[in-house]
């Protein structure tokens, strides 16, 4: 079994602690819900026998769809996150040189809806949500990050972010690497030109696992502006892939046989710990493709670059995949800011 689920059943069972503090944008997945139809049914039984849910009644078909319902908000947590962690290009396709060198600070704020966060009512344990965040319902995802580049030989140049999401514990590192095709070159009318590949890993989230793959093809053009001033417009065509695993969830305590965020301690055998406890089902980057699309501009001014940026994603529906719900993932639209020196 590729995820043995008997051990931690157990010490969740056993051993279950007082939660740590948290931010208000941190994550608590119990939160989305179980993704199997068996596990509310268990969920059911056991908080029927605690006495905490008197006269609900779950039928198999009831238990399915909400194990739907909950793949569901899984579904678009994990690609809502993952594209706002990497929503923002904020270059444009010219490189610094071989000696070259940048650093910025940047901002950025993505919108994020969540029109399906659930058709069925909770029938016990707290209110579903797609973002399950110990604060409240957020409409924005609001990242901050420091950005650093280094030019190479042949208008390659390496770089890397460090990204943190607002009011959270969580951050995500990044990698990427850029190759002018065109920079400065042929006549007026031909823009420059670069490709870009990066990938990026969140960090700070226990349960869940996150990675995005970006290839981006961006084009602009340089002009001068009262001599020492350089304005570079762009637009990016951007192929993104998203991929998230979680670790095994313990779904009882929160849903059912305790009113609050917490069971302590947790009273329940290990063969009925074992029975509410699952992982969600893996997102693939090969089932999770999106484009999405930018534009904006760059100002350089000696040593300091300034960048503007909005970027599009148009929304699409996610087909189901292995114990993955069909999804419609909504459009959305962010803005970005950076503020750096180039050297």
């Given amino acids: 079994m590729r995820r043995s689920l008997a051990p931690l059943a157990v ?4 051993l279950r602690a007082a939660p740590a503090a948290a931010d208000p944008m941190d994550l608590n997945l119990e939160r989305l819900g179980a993704p199997a139809g068996s596990i509310w049914l268990a969920i059911n039984q056991q908080c029927v026998a605690a006495g905490k849910c008197t006269g609900v009644a779950l039928s198999a078909g009831e238990a399915a769809n909400l194990a739907r319902e909950s793949q569901q908000r899984y579904r678009t947590l994990a690609m809502q996150l993952g594209l706002g962690l990497t929503a923002f290009v904020l270059d444009d396709p010219t490189t610094g040189g071989a000696v070259g060198f940048e650093f910025s600070l940047e901002a950025g704020q993505t919108a994020i809806r969540h029109p399906q966060a659930g058709a069925s009512p909770a029938p016990f344990g707290p209110a579903f949500a797609v973002w399950p965040v ?3 319902d957020p409409s924005a995802l609001r990242t901050f990050a420091l950005h650093v580049q280094k030019g190479l030989p042949y208008s ?9 999401v607002d009011q959270s514990q969580m951050m ?3 990698a990427e690497l850029r190759w002018a095709l065109n ?4 006549p007026a009318w031909l823009p420059d030109v670069a490709l870009r590949g990066a990938y990026t890993r969140l960090l700070g989230q226990r349960d869940l696992t996150l990675g995005v793959i970006d290839f981006d093809a961006v084009f602009g053009k340089r002009f001068g502006v009262g001599g020492s001033v350089r304005l570079t417009p762009y637009g990016a065509v951007r192929f993104s892939m998203v991929a998230a695993q979680t670790t095994p969830i313990d779904f009882g305590p ?4 305790c009113q609050t965020t917490t069971c302590f301690p947790d009273a329940r055998s290990p063969g009925e710990a074992l029975a509410t406890t699952a992982p969600f089902a893996d997102v693939k980057y090969a089932d999770h493709r999106i484009f999405r699309y930018a534009v904006g501009g760059k100002l350089n001014a000696g040593r300091f670059a300034m960048a503007l940026e909005l970027t599009y994603y148009p929304g699409q529906r996610l087909e189901g995949h292995d114990q993955l719900a069909e999804v419609l ?3 959305s639209l962010g803005g970005a800011l950076r503020l750096g020196l180039d050297f």
């Fill in 254 to 257: 929160t849903a059912g046989t």
């Fill in 329 to 331: 993932l909504p459009d």
């Fill in 183 to 186: 920079e400065n070159y042929g």
């Fill in 156 to 164: 390659f140049d390496v770089g890397g972010r460090l990204i943190y």
């Fill in 11 to 14: 010490a969740a069972a056993m």
């Fill in 172 to 174: 995500a590192a990044q």
């Fill in 134 to 136: 110990r604060g409240d």
